[in-house]
């Protein structure tokens, strides 16, 4: 059986780890470099690094702090934020990304998906998806949250899956921040609607949120920021407990005695 991951997500404003709730009342979560390289000691699965900033002020990522924070970690590494070509995509790879991460770009251009999955491969691309209820059915949101669309969530999440992308990585803006939980119902219906991995954002607050997101979300792996950020949860006693509930996750032996 596969294992679940757990994944920090490091959101880069100015060269800072910020934390808002629901995308916004953003506040500084310390040094990306230093709490990367805290993860990967304390047995994170993954790290996720996106430059929030980026889409937003039409600037590319900064691609000196990847290299920074890859050189840090020894763990795979997903960096988003201002993604919007081949070229883009060849240099964080060359700063150390394992993978990136897609989204309003995407959404935009559609055909990106496709160039990005045929040059580097499907196990490279993650498209990102961040939506909110709008009457009662999951919307996309484009630009950190800020543009509305009337695209339906599960459609897009289909599309991109047959354009050629490897994971979907879907943020609830309902949840986020909130640490009441992950949009649980939305996660299932999306993983009965996909052959892909999902990875699960927006919610974390308490360690049954995580049994329930992979249990109930049927999610492959969960990202959270501020419980890690701020100390709220530690990375080895969620994963005990974790095991203890059955939920396969990945124990490092040697680092746990580190």
Known sequence: MLTKRIIPCLDIKD???????NFVDLRDAGDPVELASKYAVEQADELVFLDISATEQKRKTLANLVLRVAAAIDIPFTVGGGI??????????????DKVSINSAAVKNPE??????????????????????????????LVGGKVSTEIDLFE?????????????????????????????????LLA????????????????THFIDVFTRGKADAALAASVFHFGDMSIPKLKKKLKQQQVPVRIDEFKRNI
């Open 15 to 21: 060269g800072r780890t910020v934390k808002g709730i």
């Open 112 to 141: 990106l998906i496709n160039q990005l999955s045929t040059k580097f491969g499907s196990q490279c691309v993650v498209v990102a998806i961040d939506a909110k209820q709008k009457k009662g059915k999951w919307k996309v949101h």
């Open 156 to 188: 897009w999440a289909k599309e991109a899956e047959s354009r050629g992308a490897g994971e979907i990585l879907f943020t609830s803006m309902d949840h986020d921040g909130t640490k009441e939980g992950f949009a649980n119902e939305a996660l299932a």
């Open 192 to 207: 009965k609607n996909i052959n892909l991995p999902i990875i699960a954002s927006g919610g974390a607050g308490k360690t």
């Open 84 to 97: 919007s070509s081949v070229a883009d995509v060849e240099v964080l790879l060359k700063n150390g990304a």
